[in-house]
């Protein structure tokens, strides 16, 4: 037999290639040997599992189980468990034949010992899986039978006797078929041409627990004489239906009330079976492709997961075969003929196809294990719960220790003065039944003076190969172990990292052997150091940087062979670019839009030029909007950024600032500069986005673009773009301007302002925080921060024309009455300054302050004119003295001290 060939090779080689095929095979039980292959069928993946069993082994059976009640489902493996109980080991199993999604019983015969648990139906049709009955058995004398099958059924009825042609089929030209209540309908569904004789009271009752050869009583409740047909099935009786009126005449003078003997076998050999179970179609008849359903019907054409029963010529020897499916790129299925084919090569004389698609379904006992595991992969992801299975079962008592397992905790390659545990697996007998682990009676001793034991863990002395071995009573079982003075090679991970000042980074090792093979570390001392003194590093790898930026080797040693790895330290953001050059194209969404690269004509904040962004999402048609700035090539970051930074100038548009980066493996993120409609300044302002924490670096910067979701704000606008940066860490704090360091005195005054669109730096990144405010600009600041109206206003200042940048801010201040003209109201004197005593008294005016207090300043006499106000700033908390208690009432007063007294008048 081909089986047994390949078995025999298969157990010598365990898990092997054979002819482009993966191959793992064993025994589970002497008798029952398993295998699982990768192939390919019709130039597609399949994944295969097979039983041989042996049963000419007295210890070896193969039995059908069958469900209690017959109404219910259970997966394999756990209908497989059920069945199992001393001397009665279940060691694998198949899902069984069909059955009716509804009520839940089997679709064809199930038969036991001769007893009847369903007759099932037979199909019409040669596209139908069971339109030939046929059948999987274990005959009388034990061994295995696959072909069709016919029923020997005869009745007697008033003093005629007749026979049955078979059983919940269609009945066809002269037949007299039996219709039980496992029909797959109510009624009979004939047509007129024939008489049926309608029997209850039957006892035993059809069809769970007939048994065959027992002769079956009823009484005739009706008779549906010649003409009528589609009678109802009685669920306590049957019906018998009479083809043809010559037929039907022999059984015309039938009345009800007259008692009816029903006698139901089997033919042939199937007589005293141990056990049918009908299925089809049949695949291999005689060791060839010839299948009982036509091979172009859709049923036999579709590409599913398959299960199968195989028997030999001699009959001693059966197969159990499993192919999945469904699943793409691993095992895609077969189609029956595919399938034949398959069960052909493999040597089988007669095999029947059973129940497939999500059913399918192998068990199989691991070593070890009490009971089956499941060892195919179920197309549904996991397994279905069928309605019979048929499983193969060692009677064989527990025996000896044969078989000991256990495995290193570990690597089997090791350095001197390392160790590794050893862990007891299982104790098989020489049955591979599992047995019951005494831990007292386990033994470990090594062979090749290569080092010693002590308890469960092997201590590597010397360099040189050897063995741990394990004994537990006659069973012995061998680990081959080297041991080596020094590993050919470390790794040291992560292997480029960056880090911030003072972050910890923990770096940790892997040695190889000369082979490439992993090595144990357990006991052994690495040295570890630094190349430039940009941190520390302790004797366990963890690194902790220093406070200034450098670049330094990470080096491990052990026992003389080194590993090395990079760490930067990273104090301040890492600029990515400038703008400077042309690395950047231009893509839109449902807009327009344009790229230039600006100079010291326009906005500039860093370097000779800007990206220049014009957008028009008025035009295109309506959906989000968005304008990308795309790299040529995707830019590089180097370490780990915990940011990205970039300066923008802003128009005011509200739209929202986003980016696209791409991490190591490949997949794409998208960050958030701003929140939605957050884009809302003018002038130039940082902003960064977060990196993902899922991401794995390092990584690329693929775009940055505007998007817009709202139609209300399709608008046309103009972005600058400067000064792209990575952060390391969350301790850096970008300038608000180039003259606005972090630690200048009015830092967050002005922040605050600028937060709240009330005052903008300079187009090149300059505050200017010493200029002096000009009158105009004050009327902007006023305006702004008190949300004046602005329209209708018209002014009759010389200086001040309607063309003027600030008319609108200078006309509101104006008409609220809190800034006044000069020389009688003709001229405004706009890019005149002003002093800190007019200072107090707009604020003053514009916000109604009052209070009063003693004389604090000693250069304001309340005879000045300004005494009040200025008073009344002290007595609101807005101005503190000079040093000498002086206000200075007549010096100008500058942009950084404005918007200070601003910033406290806006807090009260």
Same mark, same amino acid.
């Given at each position: 037999?081909?089986?047994?060939?390949?078995?025999?090779?298969?157990?010598?080689?365990?898990?092997?290639?054979?002819?482009?095929?993966?191959?793992?095979?064993?025994?589970?039980?002497?008798?029952?040997?398993?295998?699982?292959?990768?192939?390919?069928?019709?130039?597609?993946?399949?994944?295969?599992?097979?039983?041989?069993?042996?049963?000419?082994?007295?210890?070896?059976?193969?039995?059908?189980?069958?469900?209690?009640?017959?109404?219910?489902?259970?997966?394999?493996?756990?209908?497989?468990?059920?069945?199992?109980?001393?001397?009665?080991?279940?060691? $694998?199993?198949?899902?069984?034949?069909?059955?009716?999604?509804?009520?839940?019983?089997?679709?064809?015969?199930?038969?036991?010992?001769?007893?009847?648990?369903?007759?099932?139906?037979?199909?019409?049709?040669?596209?139908?899986?069971?339109?030939?009955?046929?059948?999987?058995?274990?005959?009388?004398?034990?061994?295995?039978?696959?072909?069709?099958?016919?029923?020997?059924?005869?009745?007697?009825?008033?003093?005629?006797?007749?026979?049955?042609?078979?059983?919940?089929?269609?009945?066809?030209?002269?037949?007299?078929?039996?219709?039980?209540?496992?029909?797959?309908?109510?009624?009979?569904?004939?047509?007129?041409?024939?008489?049926?004789?309608?029997?209850?009271?039957?006892?035993?009752?059809?069809?769970?627990?007939?048994?065959?050869?027992?002769?079956?009583?009823?009484?005739?409740?009706?008779?549906?004489?010649?003409?009528?047909?589609?009678?109802?099935?009685?669920?306590?009786?049957?019906?018998?239906?009479?083809?043809?009126?010559?037929?039907?005449?022999?059984?015309?003078?039938?009345?009800? $009330?007259?008692?009816?003997?029903?006698?139901?076998?089997?033919?042939?050999?199937?007589?005293?079976?141990?056990?049918?179970?009908?299925?089809?179609?049949?695949?291999?008849?005689?060791?060839?492709?010839?299948?009982?359903?036509?091979?172009?019907?859709?049923?036999?054409?579709?590409?599913?997961?398959?299960?199968?029963?195989?028997?030999?010529?001699?009959?001693?020897?059966?197969?159990?075969?499993?192919?999945?499916?469904?699943?793409?790129?691993?095992?895609?299925?077969?189609?029956?003929?595919?399938?034949?084919?398959?069960?052909?090569?493999?040597?089988?004389?007669?095999?029947?196809?059973?129940?497939?698609?999500?059913?399918?379904?192998?068990?199989?006992?691991?070593?070890?294990?009490?009971?089956?595991?499941?060892?195919?992969?179920?197309?549904?992801?996991?397994?279905?719960?069928?309605?019979?299975?048929?499983?193969?079962?060692?009677?064989?008592?527990?025996?000896?220790?044969?078989?000991?397992?256990?495995?290193?905790?570990?690597?089997?390659?090791?350095?001197? $003065?390392?160790?590794?545990?050893?862990?007891?697996?299982?104790?098989?007998?020489?049955?591979?039944?599992?047995?019951?682990?005494?831990?007292?009676?386990?033994?470990?001793?090594?062979?090749?003076?290569?080092?010693?034991?002590?308890?469960?863990?092997?201590?590597?002395?010397?360099?040189?190969?050897?063995?741990?071995?394990?004994?537990?009573?006659?069973?012995?079982?061998?680990?081959?172990?080297?041991?080596?003075?020094?590993?050919?090679?470390?790794?040291?991970?992560?292997?480029?990292?960056?880090?911030?000042?003072?972050?910890?980074?923990?770096?940790?090792?892997?040695?190889?052997?000369?082979?490439?093979?992993?090595?144990?570390?357990?006991?052994?001392?690495?040295?570890?150091?630094?190349?430039?003194?940009?941190?520390?590093?302790?004797?366990?790898?963890?690194?902790?940087?220093?406070?200034?930026?450098?670049?330094?080797?990470?080096?491990?040693?052990?026992?003389?062979?080194?590993?090395?790895?990079?760490?930067?330290?990273?104090?301040?953001?890492?600029?990515?670019?400038?703008?400077?050059?042309?690395?950047?194209?231009?893509?839109?969404?449902?807009?327009?839009?344009?790229?230039?690269?600006?100079?010291?004509?326009?906005?500039?904040?860093?370097?000779?030029?800007?990206?220049?962004?014009?957008?028009?999402?008025?035009?295109?048609?309506?959906?989000?909007?968005?304008?990308?700035?795309?790299?040529?090539?995707?830019?590089?970051?180097?370490?780990?950024?915990?940011?990205?930074?970039?300066?923008?100038?802003?128009?005011?548009?509200?739209?929202?600032?986003?980016?696209?980066?791409?991490?190591?493996?490949?997949?794409?993120?998208?960050?958030?500069?701003?929140?939605?409609?957050?884009?809302?300044?003018?002038?130039?302002?940082?902003?960064?986005?977060?990196?993902?924490?899922?991401?794995?670096?390092?990584?690329?910067?693929?775009?940055?673009?505007?998007?817009?979701?709202?139609?209300?704000?399709?608008?046309?606008?103009?972005?600058?773009?400067?000064?792209?940066?990575?952060?390391?860490?969350?301790?850096?704090?970008?300038?608000?301007?180039?003259?606005?360091?972090?630690?200048?005195?009015?830092?967050?005054?002005?922040?605050?302002?600028?937060?709240?669109?009330?005052?903008?730096?300079?187009?090149?990144?300059?505050?200017?925080?010493?200029?002096?405010?000009?009158?105009?600009?004050?009327?902007?600041?006023?305006?702004?921060?008190?949300?004046?109206?602005?329209?209708?206003?018209?002014?009759?200042?010389?200086?001040?024309?309607?063309?003027?940048?600030?008319?609108?801010?200078?006309?509101?201040?104006?008409?609220?009455?809190?800034?006044?003209?000069?020389?009688?109201?003709?001229?405004?004197?706009?890019?005149?300054?002003?002093?800190?005593?007019?200072?107090?008294?707009?604020?003053?005016?514009?916000?109604?302050?009052?209070?009063?207090?003693?004389?604090?300043?000693?250069?304001?006499?309340?005879?000045?004119?300004?005494?009040?106000?200025?008073?009344?700033?002290?007595?609101?908390?807005?101005?503190?003295?000079?040093?000498?208690?002086?206000?200075?009432?007549?010096?100008?007063?500058?942009?950084?001290?404005?918007?200070?007294?601003?910033?406290?008048?806006?807090?009260?």
């Amino acid at each position: 037999m081909k089986f047994r060939t390949m078995f025999i090779f298969l157990l010598a080689c365990m898990g092997c290639l054979v002819g482009g095929m993966s191959i793992q095979a064993r025994v589970v039980t002497p008798g029952v040997e398993y295998t699982k292959e990768s192939f390919q069928m019709s130039q597609k993946p399949q994944v295969g599992n097979l039983l041989e069993i042996d049963l000419s082994n007295p210890h070896i059976q193969v039995e059908l189980g069958i469900p209690q009640p017959l109404t219910s489902l259970t997966p394999t493996s756990r209908f497989a468990k059920n069945n199992t109980y001393d001397e009665h080991h279940v060691v $694998g199993a198949i899902n069984g034949s069909f059955y009716h999604l509804q009520s839940r019983l089997p679709a064809y015969l199930v038969l036991k010992n001769n007893r009847v648990s369903t007759f099932g139906v037979i199909s019409t049709g040669n596209d139908e899986y069971m339109s030939v009955p046929s059948a999987f058995g274990i005959l009388q004398d034990g061994t295995a039978k696959i072909g069709t099958f016919q029923y020997d059924i005869s009745f007697e009825v008033g003093g005629k006797k007749g026979t049955v042609t078979s059983i919940n089929k269609q009945r066809m030209n002269k037949e007299i078929i039996l219709y039980t209540p496992s029909y797959s309908y109510s009624s009979t569904r004939t047509n007129s041409y024939g008489m049926e004789i309608v029997v209850k009271q039957a006892t035993p009752q059809l069809d769970e627990g007939v048994h065959l050869g027992q002769p079956i009583r009823g009484v005739v409740a009706e008779v549906y004489p010649y003409g009528t047909g589609n009678a109802p099935i009685p669920q306590d009786g049957f019906v018998i239906s009479i083809h043809s009126g010559e037929l039907a005449a022999q059984y015309s003078h039938i009345e009800p $009330g007259e008692e009816i003997e029903l006698m139901i076998n089997v033919s042939g050999e199937w007589k005293n079976a141990q056990f049918m179970l009908a299925s089809g179609p049949l695949l291999v008849q005689e060791g060839k492709v010839k299948m009982t359903i036509d091979e172009t019907s859709s049923r036999a054409r579709q590409r599913n997961p398959r299960t199968a029963v195989a028997v030999d010529q001699s009959g001693q020897r059966v197969f159990f075969v499993t192919v999945d499916g469904r699943q793409q790129g691993y095992s895609e299925g077969l189609t029956l003929k595919e399938f034949a084919q398959y069960l052909v090569e493999k040597g089988a004389y007669y095999a029947l196809n059973l129940d497939g698609g999500g059913s399918t379904t192998m068990a199989v006992r691991q070593y070890g294990d009490k009971y089956t595991s499941v060892v195919n992969s179920p197309s549904d992801g996991s397994e279905r719960a069928v309605s019979t299975i048929l499983q193969v079962v060692s009677t064989s008592p527990f025996g000896q220790p044969t078989y000991f397992e256990f495995r290193l905790q570990g690597h089997s390659t090791l350095l001197v $003065g390392s160790s590794v545990d050893v862990a007891e697996q299982f104790v098989l007998d020489e049955f591979y039944h599992p047995l019951t682990i005494n831990k007292q009676l386990i033994r470990y001793e090594v062979e090749g003076n290569i080092g010693r034991m002590e308890g469960n863990t092997f201590v590597a002395e010397r360099s040189g190969t050897g063995f741990i071995v394990g004994y537990y009573e006659g069973a012995v079982k061998k680990i081959p172990v080297k041991v080596i003075d020094a590993p050919a090679r470390v790794e040291v991970t992560p292997s480029n990292i960056t880090a911030t000042a003072g972050e910890s980074v923990s770096f940790t090792i892997q040695a190889f052997d000369a082979d490439g093979k992993l090595l144990d570390l357990r006991n052994q001392q690495v040295l570890w150091s630094l190349s430039q003194p940009i941190g520390t590093i302790s004797n366990n790898g963890l690194f902790i940087a220093g406070t200034t930026n450098g670049t330094a080797e990470v080096i491990a040693n052990i026992r003389g062979t080194v590993g090395k790895s990079t760490i930067n330290v990273r104090t301040k953001p890492l600029i990515l670019d400038s703008f400077e050059k042309g690395d950047w194209n231009v893509e839109t969404v449902r807009s327009v839009a344009t790229i230039s690269f600006t100079g010291y004509d326009q906005p500039l904040f860093h370097g000779s030029k800007t990206l220049k962004l014009q957008y028009n999402f008025q035009k295109g048609e309506e959906g989000t909007k968005a304008a990308y700035v795309v790299r040529t090539s995707p830019l590089a970051i180097p370490g780990n950024p915990s940011y990205l930074g970039v300066w923008v100038y802003g128009d005011q548009g509200k739209h929202w600032l986003r980016g696209t980066i791409i991490d190591q493996s490949g997949k794409e993120y998208t960050v958030s500069f701003t929140k939605e409609g957050g884009l809302d300044w003018t002038g130039w302002r940082y902003i960064k986005a977060q990196i993902p924490s899922e991401v794995t670096y390092p990584i690329q910067l693929k775009q940055l673009y505007v998007v817009e979701t709202n139609k209300d704000r399709y608008n046309t606008g103009t972005l600058y773009f400067d000064q792209l940066q990575a952060e390391y860490g969350t301790s850096h704090e970008e300038p608000l301007f180039h003259d606005i360091p972090n630690d200048f005195w009015a830092k967050n005054e002005i922040q605050y302002l600028l937060e709240h669109h009330l005052i903008q730096g300079f187009s090149n990144g300059y505050f200017k925080p010493n200029n002096k405010l000009t009158r105009a600009h004050a009327a902007v600041l006023l305006a702004r921060a008190l949300n004046l109206p602005k329209e209708g206003i018209t002014l009759s200042y010389q200086d001040v024309p309607a063309s003027h940048l600030y008319y609108a801010e200078i006309a509101a201040v104006t008409k609220a009455g809190i800034m006044n003209g000069k020389q009688n109201g003709r001229i405004f004197d706009p890019d005149g300054t002003l002093t800190r005593a007019q200072m107090a008294a707009i604020l003053v005016r514009a916000f109604s302050l009052k209070g009063d207090t003693k004389q604090p300043f000693k250069d304001v006499p309340s005879s000045y004119w300004a005494y009040k106000e200025i008073h009344a700033l002290y007595a609101n908390h807005i101005t503190v003295p000079y040093e000498g208690h002086l206000f200075r009432p007549n010096h100008p007063v500058t942009r950084a001290q404005f918007s200070t007294f601003l910033y406290r008048v806006l807090q009260k």
